[in-house]
T-cell receptor, first 114, second 112 residues
Framework: SQTIHQWPATLVQPVGSPLSLECTVE??????LYWYRQAAGRGLQLLFY??????ISSEVPQNLSASRPQDRQFILSSKKLLLSDSGFYLC?????????????FGPGTRLTVT | GDSVTQMEGPVTLSEEAFLTINCTYT??????LFWYVQYPGEGLQLLLK?????DKGSNKGFEATYRKETTSFHLEKGSVQVSDSAVYFC???????????FGTGTSLTVIP
């Protein structure tokens, strides 16, 4: 069966520090991968998605970036964090086949920028 | 473009009450529709889905019917429990690819 992992689970970082969040998927190949952010009490904001290694689409221009160095690995980064980057970051995947569009979510990373 | 409009919360119900959370959508083509549930501090879990008009998705006592004529996918449960307290998200997957569109979420609290 497929599983999705995210780490760290929680992170407290000072303003201006770098960020690296990692997401990995097991049990599938060539998944579509997504990064979302959920601010406190708000809905989901799609940040990036990827349909393959090295292929990244950005939905919202900001100080975050994403990379996909391996088929089942998706990394969210920042060179300098802002206070507004605080939130709950969710990674998701779905199979790369037309018959199944549902997304499956990881457990999330709670980021607090101080 | 494609979008989902979801009933605003928060919603507070007594245990065993009937639940309806409204969701309407706008889409070109023939989207699939989903309900996700998020328990405190956790990621989203797929609750149910429907992939074509008149399909009914169901799981854990929750139901939703894909109504093309009213562009709706309302979530219902006949008798809620305290353990159903969570945030519920309506979502659609566009027919033009793997883009997902989420509603803003509805917080449900069930009191004993």
């Amino acid at each position: 069966s497929q599983t999705i992992h995210q780490w760290p689970a929680t992170l407290v970082q000072p303003v201006g520090s770098p960020l690296s969040l990692e997401c990995t998927v097991e049990g599938t190949s060539n998944p579509n991968l997504y990064w979302y952010r959920q601010a406190a009490g708000r809905g989901l904001q799609l940040l990036f998605y990827s349909v393959g290694i090295g292929q990244i689409s950005s939905e919202v221009p900001q100080n975050l970036s994403a990379s996909r160095p391996q088929d089942r690995q998706f990394i969210l980064s920042s060179k300098k964090l802002l206070l507004s980057d605080s939130g709950f970051y969710l990674c998701a995947w779905n199979p790369d086949r037309a018959s199944s569009y549902e997304q499956y979510f990881g457990p999330g990373t709670r980021l607090t920028v101080t | 473009g494609d979008s989902v409009t979801q009933m605003e919360g928060p919603v507070t119900l007594s245990e065993e009450a009937f639940l309806t959370i409204n969701c309407t959508y706008t889409a070109t083509g023939y989207p699939s529709l989903f309900w996700y549930v998020q328990y405190p501090g956790e990621g989203l879990q797929l609750l149910l889905k429907a992939t074509k008009a008149d399909d009914k998705g169901s799981n854990k006592g929750f139901e939703a019917t894909y109504r093309k004529e009213t562009t709706s996918f309302h979530l219902e449960k006949g008798s809620v429990q305290v353990s159903d307290s969570a945030v519920y998200f309506c979502a659609l997957s566009g027919g033009t690819g793997n883009q997902f569109y989420f509603g803003t979420g509805t917080s449900l609290t069930v009191i004993p």
